[in-house]
């Protein structure tokens, strides 16, 4: 039986700042930015005993501009500072094949699952965080609940709840756990 329930954050565009278009994807720690606020709503999702999962995709591997290390050290790096504020992620889950080749890219709940039989959680009692219509397929597909965040994707797919910033997803999240 799953016990706990979850919050489950996509990364680029939910915990940091997107890269640029012309850089696609982040190679190094010092193009990593968190968004402003973040830390703190990983920090207080953490204190009230709800454990925090990283599901994201990132094909710039499978595309193979850049390397499975490269992005290992921007996660380690990403966890160490995480660490300092008691905010770390209890789990990172990357899907790095090409669209179509990898079973386990969001819109695919596969990652979700993986998380959540590995940590003991409990799904349909969780929350999907994302700003990409391919987040709250996979939440939803996963039975979580879905939350976006609006950003500078299109918004084509609903979910069940809407949050302009770090700080709205702070009172949001306040309100929900």
Do not use: C
């Not at 699952?113 to 994302?130: C, P, Y």
């Amino acid at each position: 039986m799953k016990t706990r329930p979850a919050v489950f954050f996509d990364r680029d565009g939910v915990v940091n700042v997107p890269p640029p278009e012309e850089m696609r994807y982040l190679r190094r720690w010092e193009d990593f930015h968190f968004i402003d606020g973040m830390i703190d709503v990983l920090a207080e999702v953490k204190a009230k005993g709800y454990p925090t999962v990283l599901i994201t995709n990132q094909q710039g591997v499978g595309k193979e501009l850049m390397s499975m290390n490269e992005l290992q050290a921007v996660h380690a790096s990403m966890q160490a500072a995480l660490g300092e504020d008691g905010a770390a992620f209890d789990g990172i889950y990357t899907a790095t094949g090409l669209t179509g080749d990898d079973l386990r890219r969001k819109p695919s709940p596969k990652m979700l699952e993986e998380a959540a039989l590995e940590h003991d959680l409990d799904l349909s009692r969780s929350w999907m965080i994302g700003d990409h219509d391919n987040d709250m397929h996979a939440g939803e597909a996963a039975g979580t609940a879905t939350i976006r965040v609006k950003g500078l994707k299109a918004i084509t797919v609903s979910s069940d709840h809407q949050v302009e910033d770090a700080a709205a997803l702070r009172r949001l999240l306040n309100d929900l756990l």
